[in-house]
């Protein structure tokens, strides 16, 4: 019998695959960016947060802006490749790296320095990939801290891999991934959200919407009615933060972490917020944005509003401050003295690294450019000599 | 109560005729139960056991999270095993087809074939691509493409593929065993191609990176792998009624290419033919040939010759015959090899070639 | 003066570039699937519908079901390299077909032939891909029928990216483009609809969630409340319908088409349907479903569906229903003889299409061909005549 | 009312120096000019001019339809790209660097170059895929890879790159104008070289196809294209001083390859090699020895040498010049071609190669 032939009672139901939806209201994001900071009388923003932790936050958002200038400037100095300063997110990297527990881990994209850095990476390796020296300056495993990722949204899938696997082995590991407005474009970040979702991975995605992709404003880059609502098509709650708002930020990728870390699954956070300098310095922003644009941002600092808010409580003074620019100060100087450095190159590390045991075929170009540096070095010896004995 | 044979100390056990399939899906077994950190995952693995059946059973042995099912989403699948993989898991990736391997192209090329390179060694990527791969099997459009030149031309990644049942066993084994990331190339229209052949007692392998001759013979070597093995030994049993006596080598790696063997056998032989699906403009065999130009400069009694899938699309299921490398076609090569001596030893000296 | 120097107003406000985003309401999809047929008194659901439409619609529907187990009959007898069968699922393509006028495009997947096929494409030339005998049988731009696509979701940015150049031609052009539940993870699935809506191209995105993708059911593809709820991080209107009853799939793609006629930007469908076959012929179906579940489905038939509120409504009598059955098995039975004969081949076709002008390599290989196959053709003469001497 | 000198017939325009990026700027507005179903996507080409401002003032002459900066996806944008040429425009899609033309990789192999195979012809793609690639540039992890081994065994498409600023308007003009996709390699490193050039009076250019002797000499070929056509030059100069007269060949195009061309030049001086960025093994080079060796056996001194990249992934900017082929490896291995004659003919008869 054919489904032509079949008589089966008329069923005026819903087709039988259907059951009804989860409810999509809990997923939806806050109508209007979370903040803290300014809210409500002066000094109460600071709530019941610890007061260490909101000098740190401080003192990590100043030596964060400070080590932006400086390596800017190195830019300048030709001491580094290239540099996408985060000035004016500060306040989402700092909070990024201030989220995490030590065994959890960091996916930075390639502007989110300063995160690895707040997390405790060592300043200088941290540059590594941008002085180009080598791509990346640290062994991920210790701090874990992926490397810092260029090609855009590729790193998503690996710390939705990354949280599947340790839930797998039963660690309660988390993952919080950092990516662009520009970012959540491809192809790669929907997958990683959806994989996220579907696998209920410990994942927190954290989208620093700083109004641009290079020359790219959101509005050609979405229509959606905010990133955050991106996390519904999967099933995710999304999240709405103030970028400049470091407590703000910090609340809500804490219940983010949690939630993944008791086994609630991922969220997807967009903080608002604004890439104060231009793209990287080999960028001109005043082909595609105003004065006025930036000078409004200006006046909700990351750092003036904690700044407020800490005095306003009675948790900061002019000392503090001091303190806080002397030691960003002193981290400049650490950083300006040790990338004026050379750093150590071996042409020969091109070999050593492409599999665990280099073929053949490596094995006779390490012995090409072994004998070219030596063909090399010789004669800079012999130039050398000839300078002295003249 | 009763003696039962299998009570007795067994004999060493029937090797009894095996799939290439079945072995390649023995090997995921065994490596599994051999290492907890191996996982499997892809679309159709699990519940179906792949859409070749490779993986069937694994979901039912070790669990659905050790062999996973995923979302439909190749770059995501990928992108998460390398994941998997920093965390100290051993995956493996099933590409359902090779075409459909090509979203997670970049995932692959910037940072599968790059993550050992890009920290110095201190986080490798333990991870096996599994690419059912090539023609033959009366495919629709994107089920048939030899992708190998892409992964050949990208460093950091090794390439491997099988042409016997006993090899399908040992190299998968190897290559997820392997600390270093293996493109795992399947040759579709070998997986019920059938040997004598026992899990218990498997043949030895030699290591990723060693090629094997598979017929001696001192007139021409042919060089080829996957699934131009079978066209190119049937190839020398019919070019015995010419008179010649061809060499025929699987090279089972492509990444690392055994350059030592190969070469050996052509210094040999003076002649060589190159066979293989991929498309023959920037495919393997420019490779290949050159590489035994170059090398083997002074022994060439001939031009190295090769023969491949032509320069277009992959075909429709009607008209792939035209398109794959037969028996003729490599017949016909070998007789292009210069076998007149005396012409060949005047040519050096100028005359147009033919 | 630094950032960090700055003096401006304390400003407890939003972050400057923020604005009150969109309401997310409007792009909700509906909360059960939209039904018709069968909701009402019987006979009530056809509404206002034209019943000469109607009456297409049953007629597109029957031959439609024949299409499918001729297609795959012919498989059996090696007609057919592969037949991916759209059983179960005949309203939605009837009715993605019947929802375009000429001028628009339809964007169809590998499974939807009998969507070609309803749109006025020759049966026999629908099935060129999956006969073998070349890759795709017709000149896409006569019925403005893209070919039938096989890597999931990839046709999706063909089909915005063709209405947005219609549409900047000044052209009122609308794509429809259908894609399965599976398809929706894929990156393509993602840029498509993000282009789509930022473009507000007249796009109509179709998802047929037949529950499968191959074996992997829905809950292993996404943790969305519905697929339609995708739709939301795109600024994009997800619909919801029951994919069986072709006057609720009609009427949501006609609206959905006429707002992107109008200037309204893309829609995103789901129809909740089911494959009652198996994938392909290929394919075992019991290894991942039971026959209980494919039995309530079978219930719930697009056919039948409509065969009753049809006859309830008196538009359609034992007459009728015989007529439908007729034409469909004129259909087969034609398409049968045609498929029987086998299909002329060139093998010299090989090297035409490969670039406008064939390049000298291809010439080359053109020759080599040409040479072998007069051989064989004179060897195989040959044998005849030797045949014939006998 | 003035005599002013615009109202005379002007005298052929005078040639200034412009650079190669601004040729290119030019190639695109002359196209859109002369033909208004030229279309440019792409990130950031529109309010920026794109990252290397090939774009520059497009946006502002045609409209931001016609130059349109793109959502932040590369799949996507040469996906809609192809709907855009289904319809009849001519789409010219701008990849901001090399490895992130990747994500699309899908689309340009499945779709870009096949949809006229598909099709019969009914359905020809002419669309222009602008990729800035190659290294020399100090760029970071990912922005100097060289990509074209994989567009040349991909059937189906055309693949081009200029090493001149003349080259880069006509060639650019020419792969717009063609009916079959072309991937227009930028060698990024050349962006800033300079040339006397009009537009208004431009050099004709040769179909793409055709290679161009750069350097006549009679001693040894070098076979090269984009960013090492000056390099080969400058040995070229250098190896005088040895007594060594080198013909340069820059292919311009990759596919098709110009063989006649470059067998001539070969067949002539008896020695070639074949220089280029991207890694050896499996590059375009082992396609182009391969052939050489085919195809100029008897004229043919000494092996095919290549230089090229190492076989690594694309190292960090302090190191990359240890990787990039330069003066030195060109000269060294063109002392290498075996000028020592009477080694040589003896050497055919089977010692053992150096
Ligand atoms: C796959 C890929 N495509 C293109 C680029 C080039 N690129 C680098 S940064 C950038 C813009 C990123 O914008 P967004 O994601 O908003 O991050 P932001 O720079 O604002 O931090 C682009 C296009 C890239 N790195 N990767
Ligand atoms: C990019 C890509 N990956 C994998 C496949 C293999 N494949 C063909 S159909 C299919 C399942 C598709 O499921 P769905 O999108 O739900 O469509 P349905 O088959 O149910 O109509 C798969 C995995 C493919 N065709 N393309
Ligand atoms: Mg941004
Ligand atoms: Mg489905």
Redesign the pocket.
């Known amino acids: 019998m054919t489904v032509l032939e079949q008589t089966g009672a008329y069923r005026p139901a819903p087709p039988p695959g259907w059951q009804p939806r989860t409810d999509p209201a809990p997923l939806l994001p806050d109508a209007e960016p979370h903040r803290v900071l300014g809210v409500g009388a002066p000094g109460s923003g600071v709530g019941a947060t610890d007061p260490a932790l909101l000098k740190r936050f401080y003192a990590e958002l100043v030596r964060g802006r400070r080590y932006n200038t400086q390596a800017t400037a190195l830019t300048r100095q030709g001491r580094l490749a290239v540099y ?1 300063s985060s000035t004016g997110q500060e306040a989402c990297e700092v909070a990024a790296a201030l989220a995490l527990e030590q065994r959890d881990w960091l996916f930075p994209s390639y ?1 989110d320095t300063l995160a690895a850095v707040a997390r405790g990476l060592d300043p200088v390796q941290a540059l590594t990939l941008l002085r180009g020296d080598w791509h990346t300056g640290y062994d991920p495993r210790e701090l874990r801290i992926a490397p810092l990722c ?3 949204a590729t790193q998503l899938p690996h710390a939705v891999g990354l949280a599947h696997a340790a839930r797998l082995q039963g660690d309660d590991v988390v993952a919080l991934a950092m ?5 959540t474009s ?1 192809g790669d970040f929907h997958e990683a959200l959806n994989f996220a979702a579907v696998w209920r991975a410990p994942v927190v995605f954290l989208v ?1 919407n ?1 109004g ?3 020359s790219v404003p959101l509005a050609k880059q979405t229509a959606a009615p905010s990133l955050a609502h991106k996390g519904v098509g999967y099933g995710m709650p999304g999240r709405l933060v103030d970028g400049n708002d470091v407590l703000a930020v910090h609340q809500v990728l804490d219940e983010a972490v949690q939630r993944a870390r008791s086994g609630g699954g991922p969220t997807l956070v967009e903080a608002v917020t604004y ?1 104060v300098d231009a ?1 990287t310095n080999a960028d001109d922003a005043t082909r595609y944005r105003s004065e006025d644009e930036i000078a409004a941002w200006r006046e909700h600092d990351p750092i003036v509003l904690l700044e407020r808010e800490l005095k306003a409580a009675g948790l900061l003074d002019e000392e503090g401050v001091h303190a806080a620019r002397e030691a960003a100060e002193e981290t400049a100087a650490a950083l300006r003295a040790r990338m004026n450095e050379d750093p150590p190159l071996d042409p020969m590390d091109l070999f050593e690294h492409v599999y665990a045991e280099p073929t053949s075929r490596l094995r006779e170009q390490a012995d090409q450019l072994r004998a070219e540096l030596a063909a090399a070095a010789d004669s800079a010896e012999a130039s050398n000599t000839g300078e002295w004995d003249k | 109560m009763t003696t039962a044979p299998a009570a007795l100390k067994p004999a060493a056990p029937a090797r009894k005729p095996a799939t290439m399939a079945q072995a390649l899906g023995r090997a995921l077994r065994d490596e599994m139960a051999a290492d907890p950190s191996v996982h499997v995952l892809g679309e159709d693995v699990g519940t179906l056991g792949g859409v070749f059946r490779i993986t069937d059973g694994l979901a039912a042995e070790f669990g659905d999270e050790r062999c996973a099912d995923t979302p439909l989403a190749e770059a995501g699948i990928l992108g998460t095993a390398v994941g998997m993989a920093m965390y100290g898991l051993r995956p493996v990736v099933e590409m359902q087809f090779d075409a459909f391997a090509y979203p997670a192209f970049e995932q692959l090329v910037s940072h599968v074939a790059r993550m050992r390179n890009r920290t110095r060694g201190a986080m490798p990527l333990p991870l096996t691509v599994r690419v059912p791969y090539g023609g033959g099997i009366g495919g629709v459009e994107h089920h048939s493409d030899s992708s190998e030149a892409y992964y050949m031309a990208t460093p950091g990644l090794h390439v491997v593929t099988p042409a016997t049942v006993a090899d399908a066993y040992g190299l998968l084994r190897a290559a997820i065993a392997s600390d270093d990331p293996v493109v795992f190339l399947e040759p579709k229209r070998l997986y019920w191609s059938k040997a004598e052949w026992s899990p218990q007692d498997p043949e030895p392998v030699a290591p990723i990176g060693r090629a094997a001759v598979r017929r001696s013979g001192g007139s021409a070597t042919l060089v080829t792998y996957g699934p131009s093995v079978p066209v190119c030994l049937e190839a020398a049993e019919a070019a015995r009624e010419e008179g010649w006596d061809l060499e025929v080598i699987d090279l089972r790696s492509l990444v690392p290419f055994d350059e030592e063997t190969v070469c050996a056998s052509v210094r040999r032989t003076g002649r060589a033919v190159v066979v293989h699906e991929a498309n023959g403009f920037a495919g393997p065999g420019g490779e290949i040939a050159a590489r035994l130009s170059e090398r083997c400069f002074h022994y060439l009694q001939a031009p190295v010759l090769r023969v491949t899938g032509l320069d277009i699309p992959y075909p429709p299921p009607m008209l792939e015959q035209h398109h794959l490398p037969g028996v003729d076609r490599v017949l016909d090569a070998v007789a292009r090899l210069q076998w007149e001596s005396e012409w060949t030893s005047g040519a050096r000296t100028g005359e147009e070639a033919p």
């Open positions: 996408p502007r260029t090609p855009l990516i662009g407005d520009g970012g491809e620093q700083n641009f992709a290079i890439r793209h």
